[in-house]
Structures are given as structure tokens and as C-alpha cells.
Nanobody, 120 residues
Framework: QVQLVESGGGLVQAGGSLRLSCAASGVTFSRYSMGWFRQASGKEREVVAAVPWTGTSLYGDFVKGRFTISRNKNTMVLQMNSLKPEDTAVYYC????????????????WGQGTQVTVSS
């Protein structure tokens, strides 16, 4: 059974940085994509970034070069710089046996989520 364990959320001031990590276990796919979604209070979930087994990562339009996603097989890191109050949300680690996508429905497995709060 796939398990995704997130870490690294917390409270940071605007302009600061946070590093989110996600470790996957129990994965039986030979190749798979991982990514991050976020959901702010009262808003829909949106893709933050996703990385395939090999190839080019994708980012949400709002990222604008502030975040970097990386992975080493079953461990993924999201480095978030220049954080803004509007980045405040619960961030979810996701995984799929296919290629990375921008829709929630593209992902089969979700972590519990980690809260990121950016104060102004």
C-alpha cells in the first residue's frame, strides 16, 4: 500500500523560505510521477509542481520561478523561496503511476497534507 509522508511545513514570514519533503513507500509502479498540490481555505486545490520519473517538471502558473521541485527516486523535495501570504495553504504530496498532470484527478495517491502559513 502506497504511503506518502510529508514534512517541513510551518510558519514563515513573507519573503522567507521553506523546504517541504515527501517520502513514498510501498510503491509498486516501476516508474511514477510525484508532485505537490495545495489548497487554501475556501479555494480549490491547485497544482504547485510535479516531477516525472525522468524528464521535465511542471509548475503552477503562480510559481513564477520561486519554487523548485526535485526528487531522488521515492523522495521528493519542494524548495519554496520568496514566499508570499497568498502561498498560505495545506500542501499535499501526490503520486501517480502515469506522467505528471495538472489536475487532482491525475493522481492516485495523496498524503495527509502539511500546513504552510506565510505571515505578512
Amino acid at each position: 500500500q502506497v504511503q506518502l509522508v510529508e514534512s517541513g511545513g510551518g510558519l514563515v514570514q513573507a519573503g522567507g523560505s521553506l523546504r517541504l519533503s515527501c517520502a513514498a513507500s510501498g510503491v509498486t509502479f516501476s516508474r511514477y510521477s510525484m508532485g505537490w498540490f495545495r489548497q487554501a481555505s475556501g479555494k480549490e486545490r491547485e497544482v504547485v509542481a510535479a516531477v516525472p520519473w525522468t524528464g521535465t517538471s511542471l509548475y503552477g502558473d503562480f510559481v513564477k520561478g520561486r519554487f523548485t521541485i526535485s526528487r531522488n527516486k521515492n523522495t521528493m523535495v519542494l524548495q519554496m523561496n520568496s514566499l508570499k501570504p497568498e502561498d498560505t495553504a495545506v500542501y499535499y504530496c501526490v503520486l501517480t503511476g502515469g506522467g505528471p498532470g495538472r489536475r487532482s484527478a491525475d493522481y492516485d495517491y495523496w498524503g495527509q497534507g502539511t500546513q504552510v502559513t506565510v505571515s505578512s
